[in-house]
């Protein structure tokens, strides 16, 4: 039943491999959380060091040097730079 299902999914392996799924396409900005990160906590990354362990996904360290903000392109989980 399973096979089944994967057989009719619209995804390729090689796409799902390459296009992590991600929440916040189908969410609404306002509700993925906005985290403020001085410098003093860097490096960033996400998921932050307090979330649960049963809840990750791959951890990714983000670069403010461009820009003073990333998303988490798992998750949609944003990060700004603040001073301190």
């Known amino acids: 039943m399973t096979t089944e ?5 619209p995804l390729t392996s090689e796409q799902s491999e390459t296009q992590p799924e991600s929440s916040s396409s189908m ?3 306002s509700s993925q959380p906005v985290y403020q990160v001085t410098r003093k906590q860097l490096p960033a990354c996400c998921p932050p060091r307090d979330q649960a362990q049963w809840n990750l996904h791959p951890r990714v360290y983000f670069d403010f040097k461009k820009a003073g903000s990333a998303n988490c392109p798992y998750c949609g989980n944003r990060f700004e730079l603040i001073d301190d």
């Open 5 to 9: 299902k994967l057989a009719s999914d």
């Open 27 to 29: 969410a609404g900005p």
